[in-house]
Each structure stands twice: as C-alpha cells, then as structure tokens.
C-alpha cells in the first residue's frame, strides 16, 4: 500500500476515533464518499493503524469470567467482587451480582425454579428490582420445604415473592413434613393432585435458580437436621459426598451420592437440574469450593455466579488437574468447621 494511501486512512482514522466525526462529515470534509470512509476505516482495522482495547473498570472481571466459561464449559459466569471470600460480605456481594444478571437475563414466558434452601438465594432475592411490565411465566418451588412447619411456609413466602417480583405465576411444593417421613408416606404425598401440578414443571423449567450447600451446612443448610439426622449427615460423608443442590447430595465428580437417603427431600432430582437449559448455581468462599467444583464436574449448574478469590481459586485447581483426575480442594475447610450457605 502506498504511503499516501496510508496517510489517507491514518487521516481518516484519527477523525473518527481521536475527534469522534461522523462518517457523513468525514467523506464530506475529504470529499470522499460515506462507503470509502467505511472501508478506509477497515483498512485501518487490518493494517493494525487502529486496536482495540477493552479497559475494564474496576471491579470488573471480564477475563476472569470467560476463563471459568472456557475451562468449565459454562453458558455464563458471573464473578463478583469482593474484599474478602467468607461471611456476610460475600452473601452481599453475590446476592447482588446475581440480582442483576437475572433481572438483564430473563425474559418474559420463562418457567423459573428455584430453591430456599440457600442463604445466597435469600441475599439475591432480596436484592431483586420488580420488572416494569408484566412478564407473564411461572415460578415454580422446586424444593420441598421440609420439614417444620416454619421452614414449609417460608419456602412459599420465596416463591411468591419472586413470582411478585417477575410479575409471574407462582407454583408451590407443600411437603409432607417431618424427618421421620418414610417411602410410602412420600410416595402417597407426591400423588397428590398439587403436588403433581407443580412437579409437572420441573421438566418443563426454562432457568433454575439453586444454592450449591456443604455436607456441614451451618445457616439455612443447618436446617437439614429437619430432614437429616446427624448421623444420616455423617453418613452423606462417609459415602463421599461434598455438597448438594436442592438437598440432592453428590461427590466430588457432581455424582448422586448412592444412598437411599437422597431420594428423602421433595423436589427436582439431579437428572431434572441437568436437562433444564439454565441452571444459575449461586456460591462462593473458600469453604465452598470442594462443593461448587463437584457441581461443576457433574454438569449441575451452567452458569455461575460466586466471588473473585473463589473464581480464581476454581481455575487454579482445574489448570493443576488438566493432565487428568479430579480437583481437590483438601483443606478448604477444617475438620469442624460449619461454612454458612
């Protein structure tokens, strides 16, 4: 390319990009026409006169996001930024992250699932911005709450608040109660005509909103003991189990724990979770990160929304395991240590 060809683009370059001209002004100032603008504007493009670069502002972690995608195979990752990665400073931070993905991702006529048994849950519907306009869809509770009674109808109160807030239809999962409950007792109650309404959508949900727990839950997940002994939590252990979703326990490979004990909670199943197109798993700190990674590696979730270090910490165990095997997180938490959910 001759150097006056090149001087013309340059001039051209530098009027659009540094003066910020309009293509209509620039063809007329150089008396060149608008199509010759554009494609002089290409050539600069090509010839790398002009480069892009994308500054992220502080507290954005753009390419941080798209690792967790690349090397998770996830539709969408979310890092939130934060000081520290425990406590009520990360249950803020992705509460609020989390609030404005879904209120700038979800669309009208979606079937929404989404689970109490989570303290991040609680935090991002709290931070929840009612839509402008009516967006018809469903909210389906896709936990059961079970056990006490308290616990049954604050799960109801979830759902119907973020049925309000997406100005959707709510659909709610009574449960049959106590720990005690039994196959035939649960299997009398799943027949029931409401219940097999709402567990008629569990196929059909477009977005499932879950918490990722620990096998020692403290917090909301301290309420297993509604459903679970302290033994049976133990046990959950000893079969190898690092986490669940919706009270459906797994190992560190995102696998069902094999005990006849997984299939105690009313609600979606892992299987279901899978199928569902997304499935935004909300957690992070650093005691979460055996529990989040399993979820991870057995395809639970395809979005993720946790906290910076936690981010870093996931991609930092899956680049030390990609000669193959599992990651492991060991010493993410110590021996009796309750991480909150």
Not at 51 to 58: N, S
Not at 62 to 84: M, Q, T, W
Not at 299 to 315: K, P
Request: with cysteine; hydrophobic share 40%.
């Amino acid at each position: 390319m001759s150097v006056e060809r090149l001087r013309l683009v340059t001039k051209v370059a530098r009027l659009y990009y540094e003066q910020g001209r309009r293509q209509p002004e620039i063809a007329r100032e150089l008396c060149i026409s608008q199509a010759m603008v554009s494609r002089l504007l290409a050539v600069a493009h090509k010839e790398g006169i002009v480069r892009t670069t994308v500054m992220a502002p502080l507290g954005v972690h753009g390419e941080l996001e798209d690792e967790l995608k690349a090397r998770f195979k996830l539709k969408d990752s979310i890092v939130a930024d934060c000081a520290g990665d425990s406590g009520d400073q990360v249950l803020g931070a992705l509460g609020q992250a989390a609030a404005s993905y879904l209120h700038a991702t979800l669309r009208p006529n979606e079937v929404v699932g989404i689970s109490f048994w989570s303290e991040t849950l609680l935090r991002t519907i709290g931070s929840m911005r009612p839509k402008a306009r009516p967006g018809g869809g469903h909210v389906v509770q896709i936990s059961g709450g079970t056990g006490s009674p308290a616990a049954q109808a604050h799960a109801a109160r979830c759902t119907k608040q973020v049925a309000s807030l997406l100005k959707a239809e709510a659909h709610f999962l009574s449960s049959p109660g106590a720990p005690e409950t039994r196959g035939s007792d649960l299997g009398e109650h799943l027949a029931r005509p409401e219940t097999e309404h709402t567990t008629s959508y569990f196929n059909r949900l477009t977005v499932a909103l879950v918490g990722i727990g620990t096998v020692r839950g403290a917090g909301l997940l301290g309420e297993k003991r509604n459903i679970f002994s302290v033994g049976e939590l133990r046990e959950f252990e000893e079969l190898g189990a690092v986490g669940d979703v919706c009270l459906r326990f797994f190992d560190r490979r995102g696998r069902s724990v094999a005990s006849s004990l997984n299939d105690r909670p009313t609600g979606v199943t892992l299987d279901q979770l899978r199928r569902v197109p997304r499935t935004v798993g909300i957690a992070g700190g650093a005691a979460k990160l055996e529990a989040i990674s399993g979820a991870l590696a057995g395809g639970l979730i395809n979005v993720l929304v946790t906290d910076r270090m936690t981010a870093e910490r996931l991609v930092a165990g899956s680049s030390s395991s990609a000669g193959g095997g599992d990651v492991s997180f060991k010493g993410s938490h110590g021996p009796h240590e309750e991480p909150r959910e």
